[in-house]
T-cell receptor
Framework: SAVISQKPSRDICQRGTSLTIQCQVD?????MFWYRQQPGQSLTLIAT?????????ESGFVIDKFPISRPNLTFSTLTVSNMSPEDSSIYLC????????????FGSGTRLTVV | QKEVEQDPGPLSVPEGAIVSLNCTYS??????FMWYRQYSRKGPELLMY????GNKEDGRFTAQVDKSSKYISLFIRDSQPSDSATYLC????????????FGTGTKLQVIP
């Protein structure tokens, strides 16, 4: 299965600022996914990023708040814009099964605290 | 009603015990089912993937799916302290990429 490097692993940010999270995969993948994991809640899909097209956002998430880039088949970024304390969460990138494997592989996550 | 229900625990068991983790779901269209293990400060790691009713075994882990009852389980035999983690069930509508719905996770602690 794919190996995903995600950074930063954690950050503490001031409200009103933006943070860009990077996700690098060791193999080419068509789709990359960005999730949010809040304490006591299930993983929530933010958006799906295809290379060469606009990201597809889930209900409740908008491009102005969570712009995504997907410049090639191994890399994606998620920006959390104009942050508020409510954005404090773990953000995870994920790819679907590669090399014949099923299921989804996740990065180690970015733990974001907004103060 | 949530699409996927999972008891958050925490569940504490002694080392060597058999652990049973469960999820129920409401959408009968779910076709494939997964269990993930998540250690603290790490991303979820896929443990089991099943595409049909019945049992699937992998080492100390057995995944069980009962589509008629909309109920899935993960059994861990001879539990070890290293099994202490949060276990998330997940399910999707069909093979290939489809949106996956996750449970909230059950926190398991195996006490030496």
């Amino acid at each position: 299965s794919a190996v995903i490097s995600q950074k930063p692993s954690r950050d503490i940010c001031q409200r009103g600022t933006s943070l860009t999270i990077q996700c690098q995969v060791d193999s080419q993948v068509t789709m990359m996914f960005w999730y949010r994991q809040q304490p006591g809640q299930s993983l929530t899909l933010i958006a799906t990023a295809n290379q060469g097209s606009e990201a597809t956002y889930e209900s409740g998430f908008v491009i102005d708040k969570f712009p995504i880039s997907r410049p090639n088949l191994t890399f994606s970024t998620l920006t959390v814009s104009n942050m508020s304390p409510e954005d404090s969460s773990i953000y995870l990138c994920s790819v679907s099964g590669t090399g014949g494997a099923s299921g989804y592989t996740f990065g180690s996550g970015t733990r974001l605290t907004v103060v | 009603q949530k699409e996927v229900e999972q008891d958050p625990g925490p569940l504490s068991v002694p080392e060597g015990a058999i652990v049973s983790l469960n999820c129920t779901y409401s959408n009968s269209a779910f076709q494939y089912f997964m269990w993930y293990r998540q250690y603290s400060r790490k991303g979820p790691e896929l443990l089991m993937y099943t595409y049909s009713s019945g049992n699937k075994e992998d080492g100390r882990f057995t995944a069980q799916v009962d589509k008629s009852s909309k109920y899935i389980s993960l059994f861990i035999r001879d539990s070890q302290p290293s099994d202490s983690a949060t276990y998330l069930c997940a399910m999707g509508l069909s093979g290939g990429y489809q949106k996956v719905t996750f449970g909230t996770g059950t926190k398991l602690q195996v006490i030496p």
